[in-house]
């Protein structure tokens, strides 16, 4: 490290950036973690700064090389700590010469590589990890075709990324308080939301837990711990360290997860968000999934950071750069994070890194600005699904005749489950009524009594669907 | 003699003597216990906010200053030394940030009570309370459920300009899923803010920077720890039978004062506290006009589509026949507030404007 900083054309801090990169030293980390790896680019700050709000890293590690002849042992006391002078005039770069690298453990091909670190995977765990993959993926696919065929007004699947969706509730505990932004059913379906739930709201009929108020995919469930989710961008972040606020007021085992976009990253409510987790010392997961497009806006429009994983370090949080496509890498990286979120009370910010192989919704068509072979070239060469697959293979936990069997498994589930789901009954005209309040008030009984009369007095105005 | 303490307690704001002599010829026509004791409204909602941290340890306080500083306005004073920095949270300034933080720490069962500096600062804020906190129990059916109190000064000051001086009563009030309340008495203050606090909804709590200082008698029973008043009804502060009055907030006071010269007049006014913007207490209000047959509301904040704007539909909808004149209404000048004192005086709702217009409605004069 020493020799790195003589050369000193570069700032000092641009060298300690480049040398702390992933977020945790294999010794302090869980003993879950498996490695064959004796050194490498994975050391970095040992002692989490439980008590003192105030100590700024970055600074200790500068004032402790004083020894070096520009920093002529000057500092300044400044409010947050230390601050060393320097007497060259040294602008940091507005980015590392190197990009942030990206943690895996599988290549392209499925294969496990040498190096690698990660949390073992138990054979059921493994297996249900990659049937739940392939049952998020059949069930956006049967979803979208049924939108196209005019049975569904809307939906927004999720192709390209399962193992994001899959491997972080894997990593999870059902504890975990989750606020999703919408392209993360595959949370739900880990959980144990069945494809008739799904259906159901998507179809928005009286099964529906949301009680046929809002668009299809906007999921959401009390038990499961999945927040509803709220179609406004990135909203969920500053709610998500309210949330970890509480878990941590209450002494819960349990941390917040929140997923946002490359896109949602551009918003304030994140800047707002990350700011105060790292303040208020909140359990949270902020997990981006970095899929490459905001609708039609490329992440080159979108920021000229590299990427949203450097964003953390400006707010004093700690970060990892995951490859979104490789479920163990995601699994890994989730699990350590969710351990020192809640152990050391901090946040965590994950980017995986990946693609959004489907439009952006069923009112998108993406091939009006990106082309078809980048799209294939996603879909082909780094498909999650495949990935996994060979792995899991190669344990001997999987084969084709398992796979056919679960396909046509959950073919037949899907199309009972949106045949169910499109005869059952819409909900109750009371339910136009209710929740707006816990009791609803007078104003309200009196507008329901008012249009139910309406509706008796021109019943041909009124559609015969609705049960009153 | 009312005319012009009226005037000079506009210009510069109130101070407890001249209210005090104002007052005295006010406590026979109310209807307030006969306790001796006065309160100001800071120290009532600041007792309102103690009490209920006490009761429930899921409530807690966030907003800017509202720790080590005492609050901007004191309203939280002494709250950090009794219940620590935990419970009274000092925020980073970002309006949009800890008001996102709160709603997703009422979504996880804790009760914020969160603080604007002045709900001018809340527009920074408004989509989390409109589209996370307002809307979250519809949208989830029910699943989830916001029990979140926002608060702080709404409306003019004195000399504050245009970004510092709005009413947001009218637009928080047309969002359904929110409660909107706007005390006036130290005893409103007290009241609303507990049962606000112990609504399961989120509630939007519109105070008064000009009205922390006034000072109001109190009754024991509003003193205790476990009073509290219904939300969603109005409070009838005089009653009269010539011209019903409809106000809120710090136009109650101007509604009282308008009453006494009108009575010197021979014209008995009814004066009605909202207390409640939303739900609004139409039927107190419908009573009252078809007692009355004339209407006057009056508000602070902007005319059109104004909290006057929807009683006047309310009346006309529901009372019409029982209407002797045309409803009146007395709102701000439409205009940003302007800095100047005497043009800030102008743009807002003074006694005489109130005098005039219910003499309009009585047909006393054009």
Known sequence: MAQHLKSSSKSILLNILRHNIGFSSPSHASRHLRHNLPHGPLSTRLAPNLITRYCNTMVDTLSSIGSHEDTNSQVMDFPGGKVAFTPEIHFISESNEERVPCYRVLDDNGQQLTNSQFVPVSKEIAVKMYSDMVTLQMMDNIFYEAQRQGRLSFYATAFGEEAINIASAAALSPDDVIFPQYREPGVLLWRGFTLQEFANQCFGNKSDYGKGRQMPVHYGSNKLNYFTVSATIATQLPNAVGAAYSLKMDGKDACAVTFFGDGGSSEGDFHAALNFAAVMEAPVLFICRNNGWAISTPTSDQFRSDGVVVKGRAYGIRSIRVDGNDALAMYSAVHEAREMAIRERRPILIEALTYRVGHHSTSDDSTRYRSADEIEWWNKARNPLSRFRTWVESNGWWSDETESDLRSRIKKEMLEAIRVAEKTEKPNLNHMFSDVYDVPPLNLREQELLVRQAIKSHPLDYPSDVPL | ?366
Not at chain 2, 194 to 215: M, Q, T
Not at chain 2, 251 to 270: R, Y
Not at chain 2, 295 to 309: D, N
Not at chain 2, 343 to 357: F, S, Y
């Open chain 2, 1 to 366: 003699m009312w005319g012009i303490l009226g005037r000079r307690a506009v210009d510069g704001g109130f101070s407890a003597s001249s209210l005090r002599r104002m007052r005295s010829g006010l406590v026979s026509a109310r209807s307030y216990a006969a306790g001796s004791k006065e309160m100001t409204v800071r120290d009532a909602l600041n007792s309102a906010i103690d009490e209920e941290m006490s009761a429930d340890p899921k409530v807690f306080v966030m907003g800017e200053e509202v720790g080590q500083y005492q609050g901007a306005y004191k309203i939280s004073k002494g709250l950090l030394e009794k219940y620590g920095p935990e419970r009274v949270y000092d925020t980073p300034i970002t309006e949009a940030g800890f008001t996102g933080i709160g709603v997703g720490a009422a979504y996880a069962g804790l009760k914020p009570v969160v603080e604007f500096m002045t709900f001018n600062f809340s527009m920074q804020a408004i989509d989390h309370i409109i589209n996370s906190a307002a809307k979250s129990n519809y949208m989830s059916a029910g699943q989830i459920n916001v029990p979140i109190v926002f608060r702080g000064p709404n409306g003019a000051a004195a000399g504050v300009g245009a970004q510092h001086s709005q009413c947001y009563a009218a637009w928080y009030a047309s969002v359904p899923g929110l409660k909107v309340l706007a005390p006036y008495s130290a005893e409103d203050a007290r009241g609303l803010l507990k049962a606000a606090i112990r609504d399961p909804d989120p509630v939007v709590f519109l105070e008064n920077e000009l009205l922390y200082g006034e000072s109001f008698p109190i009754s024991e029973e509003a003193l205790d720890s476990s009073f509290c008043l219904p939300i969603g009804k109005a409070k009838i502060e005089r009653e009269g039978k010539d011209v019903t009055i409809t106000t809120f907030s710090k136009m109650v006071g101007f509604a009282l004062k308008a009453a006494e010269k009108l009575a010197e007049e021979g014209i008995s006014a009814e004066v009605i506290n909202l207390r409640s913007i939303r739900p609004l207490d139409r039927a107190t209000i419908n009573a009252s006009v078809r007692k009355t047959s004339r209407l006057v509301t009056v508000e602070e904040g902007f005319p059109q589509h104004g909290v006057c704007a929807e009683i006047c539909a309310s009346v006309v909808e529901e009372s019409f026949s029982y209407l002797d004149a045309p409803v009146e209404r007395i709102a701000g000048a439409d205009v940003p507030m302007p800095y100047a004192a005497n043009l800030e005086r102008l743009a807002l709702p003074q006694v005489e404007d109130i005098v005039r217009a219910a003499k309009r409605a009585c047909f006393r004069s054009k």
